[in-house]
Each structure stands twice: as C-alpha cells, then as structure tokens.
C-alpha cells in the first residue's frame, strides 16, 4: 500500500488535475460513477479514511437534495415522473442531471481530500518546483491555511449569538436572514484585517527582497510518484477513449 | 447554580485537557478561576456555558444538562464574554450591537432606546455609539462585548480576561460594575491574570492547572 503522506505533492496534485478535469468534462452517469469509485478506491489506498470521507458529505446531503430539485424543475426535457398541475415538477432527465452534478461535487471532495495529507509548506515547494511563481503557490497555500480559521470564527460567532439568548430555530425567517446578514460583516472585515496584518508581517520578514529563492527542502519525484502520475495518465485516456465510444 | 460531575474533556480523541473536574459554583458569589495559560481554564469557562460538551460527566446549569440543552436557553441565564471580544461582536455600528438581540426578542423600540443608552453611558461608549465595532480599539471592543452581555440581564456571568485591554480608568469602572452586580446577588466566574482585579473581586480563588484543580480558596 501507497501511504498518501508518503506521496510527493506533485503526484497528489497530478491525481486531483486528473480526477476533476474527468469530472468537470465527463456527461455520462456511468462513468462518472465509475471514476468516483476508482477515487474512493484510490483514496482508500493511499491510506485515508473512508469513513470520515462519508462524514463529511453527510454535511452536504441537503444541498445534493437541492441540487437534485432544481435541476429537475429547470430542466423540462424527458419523460414526467412528478407533476403537480401544469406544472412539472421531476423528469427523468432533470434527475439524470442532478445525479450527475452530485457525482461531480462528490468527486471533487473525495479527490481534494487527498490533498489534506500534505502540509502547506509541502504543496507550495510542490508547486514552486513546478515552475509556477512563488507568490501564486504561497497565495494558494494561505487560502488553505485560512479556509479552517474561518470556519472556526463563523462558528464562534454563531455560539456567541445563541448565548445571548437567541434560538436560532425559533426566530422568524426575516429576522433570521437579517441576523445572518450580520454574521457575513463581521467575516468579511476579518479577512480583511487578517490579510492586511499578513502582508505588513511579510514586508516586515522581507518576503521578496531578493529576486531568487533557495529552499532547505527540495521535493524528489520517487517511483511511487511516478507509478501513480503514470496510472492517472492511463485511467484518464481510457475514461475519455470509453466515452468517445459511447457518445 | 452551575455543577460539573466528575467531568473530563479532550479536544482530540485520547488527549484529556482537563480529568475528573468535580466542581460547584454557587449563585450569587463571585469565582476567579486563576493558573498558567494551557492549564484548562478557559475549557472550564466554556465547558460551564455549554459552548463545549463534557467527554466525560455532566454539566448542570441549574437544571438544565449543557448536553442536551439548547445554547440558547443557557444564554438567557448565563452571559459569555469571550477571551476574544472580537468574536462576539457582529452588528455594523455600536448601539446596534447592544440593541439586536433585543430587538430580536421583540421588546418595544422605546424601551430599547433607553436601555442601549444606559449601557453606553455606563461603558463610555457614548461617543463611538455610531462607530463600525470591528476598528474600535481592543479595550474599547471588551467595553462594547461586555455591555452588549449585560444589556440582556443574564442571572450569571462567566467572564474570560475581562480586563485584557482596558487601562486603569476603564478597569475601575468594570469594578465597579462587578460590585454592583454582586449586591444584586449576581453570580459570576471570573477567568483572569490580574492578580488585583482578583483579590478585590474574588470570594473564591481556585487554581487550575494541568487540567486539574489545585486549590480552591474562599476568602
């Protein structure tokens, strides 16, 4: 077995380029079934958790519900399944549609999460040694860092409204709304101070001072880097050499 | 008023930050919780306003178990100030900060009016009452935390470093509120580094550290 934390970035990030690009381009459900198996197979491989996998897009079972929905109602081609008046409500088509989104969003998460085995510094090296300029790879790597920082203060701030006596479930849907409204202010000006104290500790450590960059650690591709680029290259040919066919 | 069983609690699987905590804390008297940083007082402090569920025990706010009680309902006898004050503030001027939850509970504008200027009188707020919360200096953000807390009349208080940030003329006024609260027979625990601050305001001293109680004083 492939441990994910022993993988080079690069190869980690080669296997995302690959899955996502198949399942952005993809429109056949059967294949996109099939590529979001050999995901979680390879996820499964590389030694993550299936089960905190599953766990995570529970949190997302209401949006695919949505998802579903929606594309059933605005896509008024194929055979009625439900219908409430005049008005179509689920066609075979439409949920086609939905279910194919909701593998594409699936397959997304489930190949991003790999990503999570390698730490920030790792990615950027990963990237800066692929030849992309320094400032996008740390730009990418603090977005990262960030995204969970953020999370934690939209929930600290959701904690500290309910304990001062307001219940979230009880109060009408406009004043709900109106106090969400009042949790994106407070989010967004954060951001931005953190983001203008970030860049003044940076100037301050003399990020850019000088033109080139050396690094105390330099990524090396090993065979299991190679063996996985390779295998993603062949499953990615013969993905889009089956769906040529079936088209 | 508040009692903690025989709690344990870990943030990650197998790491207990805080072991085998039995605790009372009696309505109507005035707790500092002193120790090292890391030692477990602020998990205490949260654990006691159901923010974190105990891993192991049970948590009793007069009779309401934090397991399975609804944040809210704990808010409305309990007010919170975080470590960080920046993190319970959220409207887009001052007086709307004091003035949401009530105006979310439905209480008439006119009464409002009059108890939002009374906080802002009270915590010198008067002049910023206009000012975005989130570029007002860090004493000024505890002020304003502390006010919009006290403006819903909790029955307790658990306050984290309330005096961080505030110079000596704004920590007498805090004082003074503190006492006054405490003849109203307010309970509270306070969590603080300010050895003065708590040997004027505490009735009990108890240490904390490396996730245990040390010592529990009562003066």
């Known amino acids: 077995m492939i441990l994910a934390t022993d993988l080079d970035p690069r190869a980690k990030l080669f296997f995302v380029l690959v899955i996502s690009s198949l399942a952005v381009f993809l429109q056949n459900t059967f294949l996109l079934l099939l590529v979001f198996i050999v995901c979680l197979g390879a996820v499964a491989a590389t030694g993550g958790s299936l089960g905190n996998m599953l766990k995570k897009f529970r949190k997302f079972f209401g949006i695919f519900i949505a998802v579903v929905l929606l594309q059933s109602i605005f896509t008024q081609q194929g055979q009625a399944i439900l219908q409430l008046g005049d008005i179509t409500l689920l066609t075979d088509f439409g949920l086609i549609r939905g279910m194919q989104t909701i593998l594409r969003f699936l397959i997304i998460i489930a190949s ?11 990615i950027i090296q990963g990237l800066v040694q692929w030849k992309i300029p320094f400032e996008i790879a740390f730009m990418v790597s603090i977005a990262i860092r960030f995204l969970p920082l953020l999370r934690e203060e939209a929930t600290d701030m959701l904690t500290a409204i309910q304990l001062r006596g ?59 880097d190679y063996l996985v680029m390779v295998l993603c290259t062949l499953f990615f040919l013969t993905v889009m050499v089956l769906y040529l066919m079936l088209i | 008023m508040i009692k903690l069983n025989n ?11 805080l072991r085998n905590i039995h605790l009372a804390i009696e309505a109507g008297t005035c707790t500092v919780l002193v120790g090292p940083n890391g030692g477990g007082k ?31 309902e704990i808010g409305k006898k309990i007010g ?69 807390i006290m403006v819903n009349n909790p029955v307790f208080y658990i306050l984290d470093e309330p005096t961080t940030g505030l110079d000596y003329e704004r920590k007498k006024v805090l004082s003074a509120v503190i006492e006054r609260l405490r003849e109203e027979g307010i309970g509270m625990v306070i969590i603080s580094h300010d050895q003065a601050f708590v040997k004027r305001h505490a009735q009990r001293v108890i240490t904390v ?10 003066n």
């Open chain 1, 166 to 224: 307001v219940n979230l479930k009880k109060i009408p849907l406009l004043k709900r709304i109106k106090m969400y409204s009042y949790l994106l202010l407070p989010l967004i000006s954060s951001v931005m101070v953190k983001a203008q104290e970030l860049s003044v500790a940076m100037e301050m450590r003399a990020f850019r001072a000088y033109p080139q960059r050396t690094s105390l650690r330099v990524l090396q591709l090993g065979r299991a």
């Open chain 2, 209 to 218: 550290s490396g996730g245990e109680l040390l010592d529990d004083t009562s």
């Open chain 2, 80 to 148: 919170y100030l975080f470590q960080d004050p920046q993190r319970q503030l959220f409207a887009p001027t001052v007086r709307e900060e004091i003035a949401f939850v009530m105006e979310l509970q439905g209480v008439p504008s006119d009464q409002i009016d009059i108890r939002v200027e009374r906080y802002l009188d009270k915590f010198q707020l008067k002049a910023l009452e206009n000012s975005f919360p989130f570029q007002l200096s860090r004493g000024e953000k505890q002020r304003l935390a502390i006010a919009a």
């Open chain 1, 112 to 122: 991003a999460l790999v990503m999570t085995t390698s730490n920030s510094r790792e």
């Open chain 2, 42 to 72: 602020t998990t205490i402090g949260k654990l006691m306003a159901g923010i974190l569920k105990p891993s192991v025990g049970d948590v009793m706010v007069n009779e309401l178990d934090t397991r399975t009680a609804e944040l809210a």
């Open chain 2, 7 to 17: 709690v344990s609690f870990a943030y990650e699987k197998n790491k207990m930050i």
